[in-house]
Structures are given as C-alpha cells and as structure tokens.
C-alpha cells in the first residue's frame, strides 16, 4: 500500500516535498516513482528512481527542480521540488513496480503496477 502526504498550497517559485509512505513491500527492492496529474490532462511521469543502483529519471518538464529520493529505513519515497510553477499543479501519485531497473523509463513513461492514493499541490502565482 502507498499514500502521499505533504501537498497543499504554495507560491510560486517556493518548494514542496511530498512523502509517501509504503506498507507491506520493501521500496527498496521496487522501481518507484512519481506521477502527477493536472485537470484536464493526462497523467505524466515526473521523476522515477530504479531498485538496484537507484539511478533516476525526471521528465524534461521538471529536470533541475525536481529530486527523488527514498529512506529505506524508514520504507518512505520523497519528491522534493523546488522552484515550483503554476503549471506543476497537479494530483501527485506515488507508484512502484516490481519489473527491473532496465525498464526504469519505460515504467516512468507508462506507468507502473502499484498506486497510492494522492496528494494535491496547487502553486499560486
């Protein structure tokens, strides 16, 4: 199970990080990653983190602002974003897979097996 915490109100050009909390798997041996979705849009990958080596990916849209992270310890994924805009507010979602690290893109891309419930971010200009 996942739930994203942590979004709500921000000005522009301020930072937000939103949290997700994972219960009965190990995030560490999933792909996770972030999504979000703006109304009257589709659904977009923004930041991804592989299982193995955690290497990333972001989506053009958010590189240089946003950064995914986890804490294994306490089985938690974080995005951080800074410098937010009126056009990153969204419905987060929080998601992971099982699938290999090779297909870390793809997944970002196209979406991934396990979704939590989100979080709203709404940045006022």
């Known amino acids: 199970q996942l739930q994203a915490s942590g979004g709500g109100l921000v000005q522009a050009g301020g930072s937000l990080r939103l949290s997700c909390s994972a219960s009965?798997?190990?995030?560490?041996?999933?792909?996770i990653g972030w999504f979000r979705q703006a109304p009257g849009k589709e659904r977009e990958g923004v930041s991804c983190?592989?299982?193995?080596?955690?290497?990333?990916y972001y989506a053009d849209s958010v590189k240089g602002r946003f950064t995914i992270s986890r804490n294994n310890a306490k089985n938690m994924v974080y995005l951080q974003i800074d410098r937010v805009k009126p056009e990153d507010t969204a419905v987060y979602y929080c998601?992971?897979?099982?699938?290999?690290?090779?297909?870390?893109?793809?997944?970002?891309?196209?979406?991934?097996?396990?979704w939590g419930k989100g979080t709203l971010v709404t940045v006022s200009s």
């Open positions: 998601a992971a897979d099982q699938s290999a690290s090779r297909w870390l893109a793809t997944l970002c891309v196209s979406g991934m097996d396990y």
């Open positions: 009965g798997f190990i995030v560490d041996d999933y792909v």
């Open positions: 983190m592989a299982s193995i080596d955690g290497s990333t």
